[in-house]
């Protein structure tokens, strides 16, 4: 690994091509557009060399066209927590850049060396793949270590480590600093970031240095980012982070201070989104997204639990996918959500809205539970 930490893939490029209507059905599509046909049209280069979002009505390439796009051409993202080819953040990543925005990504320190490897191996080709049949790119790749503002504030016992002792510029504001000299200003920045060393522990048992720490590094690290990275983004750029039902419902198991301190950060986004909105002209906003089987949620004892509830109890009885909490981003990021700020969109099949398990043996036989 290089003395900077940062690792760079080369840009892919399209110049002047003409795409048919058949090879534009695979392109990115808005969700709920399910019943548009795509007419043929004429894609330029643009600085990313990314296929934009489009959604095209009407079968008749001689039609007036309309439409509602997802269009992400010209704009940069950052997203501070990918470790790895699975996940929301992962899935994020995929459909900023499939709407046509350029990624660049912050991972933390203790795992960028078998990210970066694993990148190279090819190993990430697969779930690297797109609908236009490219392939997914990073601009570049910084080590980043949220639980640190800047160098001061790092332990003399962090700085030998071997991980961190490699690299260099990797606290939020030596990466935000980074950033603006590589590129100069971004337009998204995506706080995908939660750890609570005492996770597995009820809060009663959680010890103040393990309930702190996963305020550190799940909440105040969005303020962080914000007060670092806010100050480079241009303005109308939208911040988007994640958050957990466990913020506002019991979630039995779900411990270490982990759920105040998501309680923590949805109240923190809507005070950013005013100051951030005045003082930057940047929305900030979150997802709160249903379980996920991914490798980071393996470590919660009661994930596999927790999917087959939302499965049996939430409004949509189907399974949650990664993809739906990317286009639900795409979209927060995209100018179509021009007017959102300070809010919570929940995309978890609607299982936020239950007020009783419908698998409760108090609700057997209720008609509505079986309406066919």
């Known amino acids: 690994m290089s003395t900077t930490g940062a690792y760079y893939l080369p840009m892919c490029t399209l110049r002047n091509s003409k795409l048919s209507s058949a090879k534009l059905r695979n392109v990115y599509n808005v969700s709920s557009l399910k019943h548009f046909q795509l007419n ?7 600085r990313t060399g990314k296929l934009a979002t489009i959604a095209i009505s009407g079968s008749n390439e001689h039609q007036p066209v309309s439409g509602l796009p997802i269009d992400l051409k010209g704009k940069r993202a950052f997203i ?73 504030d790092v332990p003399e016992n962090i700085k030998t480590k071997k991980q961190y002792a490699v690299c260099k510029n990797w606290t939020v504001q030596e990466v935000a600093e980074s950033v603006k000299k590589d590129f100069g200003t971004i337009d998204i920045l995506v706080h995908s970031l939660a ?3 005492e996770g597995s522990k009820p809060l009663l048992e959680t010890s103040r240095k393990g309930y702190l720490a996963a305020f550190s590094a799940s909440s105040y690290s969005y303020i962080s980012l914000l007060k670092h990275f806010a100050p480079i983004m241009n303005p109308g750029g939208s911040s988007i982070s994640l958050t957990y039902i466990a913020s506002k419902r019991i979630i039995p198991g779900y411990g270490g201070g982990m759920s105040s301190a998501k309680a923590a950060l949805e109240s923190d986004l809507r005070v950013l989104a005013f100051e951030v909105g005045r003082k930057n002209k940047v929305r900030v906003n979150a997802i709160s997204a249903g379980p996920l089987r991914s490798r980071a949620s393996k470590a ?15 409004p949509l009885q189907k399974p949650l996918s990664a993809e739906e909490v990317g286009n639900a981003a795409a979209f927060l990021a995209s100018p179509l959500a021009s007017a959102i700020t300070g809010s919570v969109i929940c995309v978890d099949n609607g299982l936020n809205t239950m007020g009783v398990g419908v698998d409760s043996p108090t609700l057997k036989g209720l008609y509505l539970l079986n309406p066919n």
Do not use: C
């Open 300 to 314: 919660t004892e009661y994930i596999d639990s927790m999917i087959d509830y939302s499965l049996a109890n939430a």
């Open 195 to 197: 750890n609570g060393p």
């Open 80 to 152: 501070a927590g990918v470790a790895d080819d699975n996940g929301y953040r992962w899935a994020i990543a995929k459909s900023l850049a499939a709407a046509g925005a350029e990624i660049i990504v912050g991972t933390w320190v203790r795992a960028l060396n078998i990210f970066e490897t694993n990148l190279q191996r090819g190993k990430f080709d697969k779930s690297r793949s797109l609908r236009d049949g490219s392939l997914m790119e990073f601009a570049k790749i910084y080590p980043l270590d949220v639980d640190f503002d800047n160098l001061e």
């Open 40 to 46: 043929s049209i004429t894609l330029s280069s643009t």
